[in-house]
């Protein structure tokens, strides 16, 4: 199992990158959707019409959000493995900190990519044309 760690600084308030997170609405504007989220602890979610599915397991807002992840491709997974989403504001803009923990080995590099190609990147990039 390989935990990945990744950090990105975005342009923009740290209640509109909180949205970017967990309001669906926002989810589907970048790519992710189409989405089931809010930020309440407990919700169970879905992203990309549920390719992606888990639980908020922990919701500080606009602080910090740790989800339980299961996908299609982690259907052999034994367990489901846990994402958290760390944010503070760092000059001028917020810092977001991503650990993702419980990846098995062959998939570690698939999904690494993928938070830069298909979430985070385009959450990014979608909150800085705002």
Known sequence: MQTIEQTYFVKSSISEVWKALTDASYINAWGGG?????DKKGTKFSFWGGSIWGENKEVVSHKRLVQAWTSEEENKWENPSTVSFTL?????GVEIKLTHIDV??????DIDDGWR???LGPL??????Q
């Open 34 to 38: 189409p989405a089931k989220m809010d």
């Open 124 to 129: 990014k990039k979608y909150i800085e044309s």
């Open 104 to 109: 098995p080995d062959e998939n570690a590099k």
């Open 117 to 119: 190609s298909y979430y």
């Open 88 to 92: 503070s504001e760092k000059d001028g």
